[in-house]
């Protein structure tokens, strides 16, 4: 707990040496923010005189995503060693812990199409990314229902893509059911430097549509540029995305400038693509950015029985894997839209 204490290094002694936190254990810091630790990697801070949010921050939920992981880690650690202090409640998640030790996605299973209670059906919790699913779905729970009434609930699972984007920062929102989607939060990603949305129109089984549809928090699957190991991030490209969540954490009551449309692109998934076949193969190459367009009735992928095309001009490509399990999704397609 003193090295703890003295540098911040919580996710370092997560990774490194687990069974620390192999039990749930709290403490208080010196500015009375209560400190609970429920496993490794899962660490939440309950500011003495807290504010009305509730906030969770991920990262890590593909263990080769580095930057975010990196921006999150340093938050942890301002907190911990109180060079910074929080005006609201706050859960940090650093997800895949032994994926980033490989860095590599995930070691058995995709994360990140293990939640909404996916990670128990079919075959059951039969690997450590499905029971470190259902452990990271029940510490938002525990979080968010700490106290049922009085508070905003916030998700930014902070992601990197794999491939390079025509717009570096996106993000993902998920499907609301009918409900208005927020242009204060527009803003909000705006400042950090996120200029792209991308509208899911179907349920999932991602992190960030699970913390929305169980608990109707605010929550965004948000893609800060290009997957890059560890050390190997330019910071500065993040610095008002590290700038706007400190000030997030920080700020009780935080202005944010009103929403512009004419800053933002709007998309709408068009199409979605499952690999069914082994022989699953996309029509261009791996240095392709997400959402590069294509006309009407150009091939986009195939497989054994069954091709893709674009079915109208201007749709583009979004998250582009052929290298997914069977049954996974390999493609978006996307069309501009406007809410």
Do not use: W
């Not at 309950?46 to 991920?58: E, F, R, T, W």
């Amino acid at each position: 707990m003193e090295q703890l204490l003295r540098h911040g290094d919580f996710l370092s002694l997560s990774r490194q040496t687990p069974q620390l936190f192999a039990t749930p254990s709290q403490f208080i810091l010196q500015n009375g923010t209560q400190v609970e630790i429920l496993a490794e990697g899962i660490i939440s801070f309950h500011p003495k005189h807290a504010g009305n949010k509730d906030i969770v921050l991920s990262c890590g939920i593909h263990g080769n995503e580095t930057a975010p992981i990196e921006i999150c880690d340093e938050l942890v650690r301002n907190i911990l060693t109180e060079k910074i202090e929080l005006a609201h409640r706050v859960l940090f998640i650093f997800g895949n812990l032994p994926s980033m030790d490989i860095e590599q996605r995930f070691v058995e299973e995709n994360l990140n199409r293990l939640f909404n209670g996916a990670h128990s059906d079919g075959k059951g919790l039969v690997n450590a990314e499905r029971k470190r699913a259902k452990l990271l779905e029940q510490a938002v729970a525990n979080f968010y229902n700490f106290r049922q009434t009085g508070s905003i609930r916030f998700h930014y699972d902070l992601h990197t893509a794999i491939r390079a984007s025509k717009n570096d920062k996106f993000a993902v929102y998920p499907y609301l059911h009918g409900h208005a989607h927020n242009t204060e939060q527009l803003a909000f990603l705006l400042e950090c430097g996120v200029n792209t949305i991308l509208l899911s129109e179907s349920p999932t089984t991602t992190f960030s549509y699970f913390s929305s549809f169980q608990f109707g928090a605010h929550a965004f699957t948000v893609e800060l540029g290009k997957v890059k190991p560890f050390g190997q991030n330019d910071m500065t490209q993040f610095s008002q995305v590290k700038l706007c969540l400190r000030e997030l954490v920080t700020q009780m009551h935080r202005q944010i400038p009103p929403y512009d449309a004419n800053k933002m692109l709007i998309y709408r998934v068009n199409q979605v693509i499952n690999k069914s076949q082994a022989d699953f193969t996309l029509t261009f190459d791996d240095k392709t950015p997400n959402f590069t367009d294509f006309k009407q009735g150009e091939l986009l992928a195939y497989e054994s029985g069954k091709s893709f095309y674009c079915q109208q001009d201007g749709e583009a490509i979004v998250f582009p894997n052929a290298n997914v399990a069977i049954g996974q999704r390999a493609l978006l397609t996307v069309i501009p839209c406007q809410i």
